[in-house]
């Protein structure tokens, strides 16, 4: 199959992929995520503007996320709790970069009932103001720390431009709030959390992601170091996958959340927050994707393996409890296994659904076969089928899924790495941003260098990878791509457009 520079099938393939319902990505890469999102029944659109509604398969993915998630934070120490949806406008007033950074997309009630509101409240659009106001209240003494919390549930900001599970103006995630004795301690934390996503994208979700700090300009608002998870999709856009932030003690001094120390004298938390949200489910759908849909990695996949019997009408019946059989054999193994039981519905459309839905593997059972004591295996990462022994087929299931895994993160690597490049001269930079590359390039740190760049360009420094970043942390020197002046950071930022 012929390919252009990052992997996708060149034009000539258009009608073989279209046949699967999808626009290929070479065609439409837009076209090809929003029709890959609701034809696999992931989402679907909503009467609320700029919100959508996510369907019983989104939802089993989203719930293996929270799941795999949940439980890596409860083994490191800490406790969910549950906050309101609203939060009190004033809070929102009380810390001022806070505020400016999100006055543009607030939901604001102003009435409850026939009744004018004396002071508005806002739908959160994260919950560090009323986190702090109830730290406040329950914090005394250094003996009370750390306060290790998170939350699961929605967030509320207005977007101008939606896309599923991107950005829509109502979203998911957890958001983690932590308070600290010392600043040492906090920047552990932030660190600590940064770690556990960077595992949970490269070991569950297949993703290579680039851990780094943000410039100052792409600082959370109100923060004093913000840092990120990169990663790379299909069409050479970046999307921020997780964030981690050291807020210092600005929010405790603004909700007064201070305690009394070893030294018996007054002090403010040093704080910090950090979070994933669904749009981590758009960064899969856009790293694996191929032309015929999602590829789901096997570590997070709702089903894992597919069981289509295939019979005639005389024979249909026996054939699904043949496959209930043979699914019980490899649900035995822990796997997440589903069987195709629709009647009335051909064989070939059922392959077609099931390889847009990205279901890692699908196993064939026929009459012939079961005589025969052999099933039909096909993997999702691949065109070729295989006739393989029952028992084999079975006992090696495992395995085959870790394989596909592995492919996946190989697959999904191999082309972020592909497609970065160094840069030494703006006219490069602009040239291979152009061209959809991610680039890597000395900056002197200046936020209005920054914006030029943006202006002129539409890409953003993405991070400044951290010395021990699985990729590109080599330490350098050299001078600001765009200025000439000398660069700050001593090593190259990544820059690139992002979603």
């Not at 007033?93 to 939901?107: C, T």
């Not at 018996?264 to 758009?282: P, V």
């Amino acid at each position: 199959m012929t390919k252009d520079g990052k992997g996708n099938s060149d034009k000539g393939n258009d009608k073989k992929a279209q046949q699967y319902g999808v626009t290929p990505q070479s065609v439409d890469f837009n076209d090809w995520y929003n029709e890959v999102v609701k034809k696999a029944d992931l989402a679907d659109n909503s009467p609320v503007a700029g919100a959508m509604v996510i369907k019983p398969y989104g939802s089993a993915l989203w719930e293996n996320i929270v799941r795999w998630l949940d439980d890596r934070f409860k083994a490191t120490g800490h406790e969910s709790l549950v906050f309101p949806t609203l939060i009190p406008m004033s809070f929102i007033m009380k810390e001022a970069d806070h505020v400016e950074g999100f006055a543009p997309e607030l939901f604001t009630v102003n009435k409850i009932g026939t009744e004018d509101l004396t002071e508005p409240y806002v739908m959160r659009p994260t919950s560090e103001t009323i986190i702090g106001h109830m730290w406040s209240g329950w914090l005394n003494s250094y003996r009370d720390l750390p306060f290790l919390h998170y939350q699961w549930g929605s967030v509320f900001r207005a977007e101008l431009r939606t896309k599923a599970f991107l950005r829509t103006s109502e979203f998911y995630w957890h958001e983690g709030h932590t308070a600290h004795v010392n600043e040492l301690e906090a920047r552990a934390e932030v660190r600590q959390m940064l770690d556990i996503y960077h595992e949970f994208c490269r070991d569950i979700l297949a993703l290579p992601v680039v851990r780094g700090e943000k410039t100052a300009s792409e600082r959370f608002a109100g923060a004093l170091a913000t840092y990120s998870i990169e990663g790379m999709m299909r069409d050479g856009k970046a999307l921020q996958s997780g964030t981690s932030h050291y807020l210092g003690q600005k929010f405790s001094k603004a909700f007064d959340v201070k305690f009394q120390t070893r030294e018996q004298k007054e002090d403010w938390a040093h704080t910090t927050s950090w979070a994933i949200s669904s749009r981590i489910i758009g960064a899969l759908i856009m790293t694996h994707g191929d032309d015929q849909g999602l590829m789901m990695p096997p570590n997070i996949a709702p089903i894992q393996v597919v069981v289509i019997p295939v019979g005639r009408k005389d024979n249909f019946d026996e054939m699904v409890a043949e496959g209930e059989k043979l699914a019980a054999e490899l649900r035995a193994s822990g796997l997440r296994v589903k069987v195709d039981k629709r009647d009335g519905v051909s064989n070939g459309f059922k392959y077609n659904d099931w390889e847009l839905k990205g279901v890692p593997v699908r196993v064939e059972l026929g009459p012939r076969d079961l005589e025969s004591g052999v099933v039909v295996v096909k993997n999702r990462n691949s065109a070729e089928k295989e006739t393989l022994p029952r028992a084999e087929a079975v006992g090696g299931m495992t395995d085959r899924l870790a394989g596909i895994q592995g492919w996946l993160l190989k697959r999904a690597t191999d082309f972020m790495l592909d497609n970065t490049v160094n840069v030494d001269t703006y006219e490069e930079f602009k040239a291979a941003i152009e061209a959809g590359k991610w680039v890597r390039a000395f900056h002197c740190g200046d936020p209005e260098s920054e914006k030029a760049i943006k202006d002129d360009t539409k890409a953003t420094a993405r991070n400044i990878p951290l010395d021990d970043a699985e990729f590109f942390a080599e330490a350098e020197e050299g001078v600001c791509v765009h200025t000439g002046k000398p660069a700050a950071y001593g090593k190259r930022v990544i820059f690139g457009r992002q979603y």
